[in-house]
């Protein structure tokens, strides 16, 4: 069968402006049984979109007595309003903070720990929902910004945090926390929570079946920005000044005296010469 995803009563195109199409050939070895059909796509960012059902064609080929083989119909489903046929597509907006929820720059340490604030709508009441954040890199390259790659942990493997939810209303907002070594990265790199969320569905699909991402390594309300202690002692800069200031104050005060006591002089020493005279 070949079955293809529409949105209404609109075909979903591809970038071609060619319907998604997916088809299963198969040989029965039974008289009941199951097969999966797969469509493979990408919908842009700002996509209004919010389901997806799949309509299904079943079609057998048949050779007659001529030894002419034709395809003919068999069977249909086609119903937008099959629930069982539609996946419900998330909206995520996403920001990523220190551990109090405003911080958009974190310190170099050993451990730190960063959250991830997710923002969902068009969720599916009932539904139970898994929400996985990847921690990447980024950086500047020829003056652009460029991902790093992702971040890695002591062990090797990618710093992620994962939540499990049932959604209780079509909206509402779930946190995920991170714990990161940022002790060896460098003065104003970024890190940036790529995002995506899976609905478990009927649970044939492994890993559930994706309805939303978040993945923008230029996206500021996804980053945090790492900054390295200042290695001038700020501290002992505003002593010596102090310092300084107070210091010289008493010199200061001591050769304004002396002048006016030297005018003085002047002032009498001309005052005695002219009677004198």
Not at 11 to 27: C, M, P, Q, Y
Not at 84 to 104: C, E, F, N, P, R
């Amino acid at each position: 069968p070949d079955g293809k995803d529409v949105e209404k009563a609109t075909a979903l195109l591809d970038e071609n402006a060619k319907e998604i199409v997916g088809e299963t050939r198969f040989t029965p070895s039974e008289r009941n049984g199951e097969v999966e059909v797969h469509f493979t796509f990408t919908l842009p960012v700002d996509t209004d979109i919010t389901k997806l059902v799949a309509f299904e064609t079943f079609e057998q080929e048949i050779t007659d007595s001529e030894g002419k083989t034709k395809t003919v119909v068999i069977g249909r489903h086609e119903d937008l309003h099959d629930e069982a046929q539609t996946v419900s597509l998330m909206d995520i907006k996403t920001v990523l903070t220190g551990a109090d929820k405003k911080a958009k720059e974190v310190k170099a340490d050993s451990k730190v720990e960063l959250i991830d604030t997710v923002d969902y709508t068009n969720a599916v009441v009932g539904e139970e929902y898994t929400i996985t954040g990847e921690m990447h890199r980024k950086g500047m390259k020829d003056g652009k910004v460029v991902d790093l790659g992702v971040l890695m942990n002591a062990d090797g493997k990618p710093v992620t945090a994962t939540t499990t939810f049932v959604a209780k209303e079509t909206s509402g907002t779930v946190a995920l926390s991170f714990m990161v070594d940022t002790s060896k990265m460098k003065d104003g790199e970024g890190l940036v929570a790529f995002e995506k969320a899976t609905q478990k569905g009927d649970g044939k699909t492994e890993g559930g079946i994706v309805v939303a991402k978040h993945e923008d390594i230029t996206d500021a309300s996804q980053t945090v920005v790492v900054k390295k202690a200042s290695t001038t002692p700020n501290t002992v800069t505003d002593v010596t000044l102090e310092t300084a200031v107070h210091t010289f104050a008493v010199p200061v005060a001591t050769l304004l005296a002396l002048s006016m006591v030297g005018l003085s002089v002047l002032a009498l020493y001309r005052k005695r010469k002219e009677d004198a005279e």
